[in-house]
């Protein structure tokens, strides 16, 4: 069983949806939360990062650590076409440094 | 601002040869990492480096072998190619004490 669990998708939605992608994580030593944007044949583009429970919004992007049910979210509001990519979650222990990844969600936002 | 670099971004390489991959990471960052990424699949570790010594290893075959250089850039050297090895490799960088990971562009390898 994977560290991280993450629902692949495909995932699509009408632009202007709101857009809720989730990870799952059963490793309770996992202390930072990344996730990163890959467009096809591209390299993974961190967009929002947090630091144990809470959550955390830049722009149309908030993210939601819950500790306790070992599970994290990422919210897109007002989506747009150019949100179309594969949305990874990561996230590492507390001073250390390898990233576990989950499989990736493919989003397809249509005009 | 500048980011990670990596070359080749593209490389074709027959079964057993050799293949080098070299990465430049974000000025002032003092740790790589190098990731493969297989079709359809999540960036799988490979291994990391800090201060030019080895600090994490994951899943890198034993043909594998890197090593980080006084100017930070680190080189992934891949030996007896397998069809398999066929992948992005990413590397992306950091700086100690910062958790963010920022990642380059990618190297595709084809191994025919």
């Known amino acids: 069983q994977k560290e991280v669990e993450q629902d692949p998708g495909p995932l699509s939605v009408p632009e202007g949806a709101i857009v809720s992608l989730n990870c799952t994580y059963s490793?309770?030593?996992?202390?930072?939360f990344m996730w990163y944007r890959q467009y096809s044949r591209k390299g993974p583009e961190l967009l929002m990062y947090?630091?144990?429970?809470g959550n955390k919004e830049d722009g149309r992007f908030t993210a939601q650590v819950d500790k306790s049910s070992k599970y994290i979210s990422l919210f897109i509001r007002d989506s747009q076409p150019s949100d179309s990519a594969t949305y990874l979650c990561a996230m590492s222990h507390t001073g250390g440094n390898q990233f576990y990844f989950g499989t990736g969600t493919s989003l397809t936002v249509i005009p | 601002a500048a980011g990670v670099i990596q070359s080749p971004r593209h490389l074709i390489k027959e079964k057993r040869e050799t293949a080098t991959l070299k990465c430049y990471p974000i000025?002032?960052?003092?740790?790589v990492y190098w990731y493969q990424q297989g079709p359809g699949q999540d960036p799988q570790f490979l291994i990391s480096?800090?201060?030019?010594?080895?600090?994490d290893k994951g899943s890198i075959p034993d043909r594998f072998s890197a090593q980080q250089f006084s100017d930070y850039h680190s080189e992934l050297n891949m030996s007896s190619l397998e069809l398999g090895d066929s992948a992005l490799y990413f590397c992306a960088s950091s700086l100690r004490g910062e958790e963010t990971q920022y990642f380059g562009p990618g190297t595709r390898l084809l191994v025919l």
């Open positions: 490793n309770s030593a996992f202390q930072y």
């Open positions: 947090t630091y144990s429970s």
């Open positions: 000025p002032r960052h003092d740790t």
């Open positions: 480096f800090y201060e030019k010594m080895q600090s």
